[in-house]
């Protein structure tokens, strides 16, 4: 049974990023269709697009009653967006910032997940406070989408399909996530259960990672184009704004659920990790992520993996 457990994750993995990446083209050959700056179709297009594995996997995990796996999908995930996704694709090319995501984004994140912390303090989420998270959540994605309108179009993103061939690729990414979501959850839960490993930490480390390979392939393709630091600043705001607020209130509205006391030191993370990256793109005003940074960020991650491991050794 443990390898079938191990090919469905697999299996799951691999459909999770390649129908993510569909989806994300699909919704991008539309959405050039409005005149948007490259920060918000990075956080609105690629950011909330690639952020749909993480949502459907959570869902699939609540409604489950798996809901150590779907809060630890999305906290484990946005400390991944920061820390690997951003690490690595400013190793490769430092990374610019725009000063909107230092005034307006970064302190959304940490808003956001200083207002989650204090939900979970009591370790369980409601309908009523899952249900007020996806309307904070709307009410970002109408403040970006707002601000962004009226800049400079984005010139080079996949190719253009016709509004038809957009909407079915869309769908059709759509429909395999799906199926790859709950592949993923089967598998991870099953495995947890029979390793008897704590379902947070398989949320935080495997499904996390798992579920960030369609932001970190959305990064490194942003790399090539003209304006990759605004998508790649963007896919990461808008990633870690979706799980912080979409990803934890969607499942809760399903299904509540109570977390592990354990969680609390993760959510700190995710805020230490959060100030760390405004803190590295400030530092001596350049507003950039440079390659120390870059090698800062990953090394703490490493660390956080490694601490993780060890937690994994006591039994759930």
Same mark, same amino acid.
């Given at each position: 049974?443990?390898?079938?457990?191990?090919?469905?994750?697999?299996?799951?993995?691999?459909?999770?990023?390649?129908?993510?990446?569909?989806?994300?083209?699909?919704?991008?050959?539309?959405?050039?269709?409005?005149?948007?700056?490259?920060?918000?179709?990075?956080?609105?297009?690629?950011?909330?697009?690639?952020?749909?594995?993480?949502?459907?996997?959570?869902?699939?995990?609540?409604?489950?009653?798996?809901?150590?796996?779907?809060?630890?999908?999305?906290?484990?995930?946005? +400390? *991944?967006? =920061?820390?690997?996704?951003?690490?690595?694709? $400013?190793? &490769? @090319?430092? !990374?610019? #910032?725009?000063? /909107?995501? %230092?005034?307006?984004?970064?302190?959304?994140?940490?808003?956001?997940?200083?207002?989650?912390?204090?939900?979970?303090?009591?370790?369980?989420?409601?309908?009523?406070e899952g249900i007020a998270l996806v309307?904070?959540?709307?009410?970002? +994605? *109408?403040? =970006?989408?707002?601000?962004?309108?009226?800049? $400079?179009? &984005? @010139?080079? !993103?996949? #190719?253009?399909? /016709?509004? %038809?061939?957009a909407l079915a690729m869309t769908l059709?990414?759509?429909?395999?996530?799906?199926?790859?979501?709950?592949?993923?959850?089967?598998?991870?839960?099953?495995?947890?259960?029979?390793?008897?490993?704590n379902e947070l930490l398989v949320g935080?480390?495997?499904?996390?990672?798992?579920?960030?390979?369609?932001?970190?392939?959305?990064?490194? #393709?942003?790399?090539?184009?003209?304006?990759?630091?605004?998508?790649?600043?963007?896919?990461?705001?808008?990633?870690?704004?979706?799980?912080?607020?979409?990803?934890?209130?969607?499942?809760?509205?399903?299904?509540?659920?109570?977390?592990?006391?354990?969680?609390?030191?993760?959510?700190?993370?995710?805020?230490?990790?959060?100030?760390?990256?405004?803190?590295?793109?400030?530092?001596?005003?350049?507003?950039?992520?440079?390659?120390?940074?870059?090698?800062?960020?990953?090394?703490?991650?490493?660390?956080?993996?490694?601490?993780?491991?060890?937690?994994?050794?006591?039994?759930?």
């Amino acid at each position: 049974m443990l390898l079938t457990y191990l090919i469905v994750i697999a299996i799951g993995f691999v459909a999770l990023a390649w129908s993510a990446d569909r989806l994300v083209e699909g919704a991008s050959s539309l959405a050039r269709r409005f005149n948007v700056s490259a920060f918000a179709i990075g956080v609105v297009i690629l950011g909330f697009g690639t952020s749909l594995p993480e949502l459907l996997v959570s869902a699939t995990a609540a409604a489950r009653g798996s809901g150590g796996i779907a809060i630890g999908n999305a906290f484990g995930s946005n +400390i *991944a967006n =920061i820390a690997m996704i951003l690490g690595i694709s $400013a190793l &490769i @090319l430092p !990374l610019a #910032a725009d000063r /909107t995501l %230092l005034k307006r984004d970064v302190p959304l994140i940490l808003f956001a997940t200083a207002g989650v912390f204090l939900i979970l303090s009591d370790l369980a989420l409601g309908r009523l406070e899952g249900i007020a998270l996806v309307f904070a959540l709307v009410a970002v +994605i *109408a403040l =970006i989408v707002h601000s962004g309108q009226a800049s $400079a179009p &984005i @010139l080079d !993103l996949p #190719a253009e399909h /016709t509004a %038809l061939a957009a909407l079915a690729m869309t769908l059709f990414g759509l429909v395999i996530l799906l199926g790859s979501a709950w592949a993923l959850v089967w598998g991870s839960v099953g495995l947890a259960r029979m390793l008897e490993i704590n379902e947070l930490l398989v949320g935080l480390t495997l499904v996390a990672i798992g579920t960030s390979l369609p932001e970190l392939a959305a990064s490194l #393709a942003s790399l090539k184009h003209a304006e990759g630091s605004g998508l790649i600043l963007g896919n990461v705001v808008g990633s870690n704004l979706f799980n912080t607020l979409g990803v934890v209130g969607v499942p809760a509205t399903i299904r509540p659920f109570s977390v592990s006391p354990m969680l609390w030191y993760d959510s700190l993370i995710m805020l230490a990790f959060t100030a760390l990256l405004g803190f590295l793109l400030l530092r001596r005003g350049g507003f950039r992520l440079t390659r120390p940074g870059a090698i800062l960020l990953l090394l703490c991650y490493i660390g956080y993996l490694g601490w993780n491991a060890e937690r994994m050794m006591v039994p759930a």
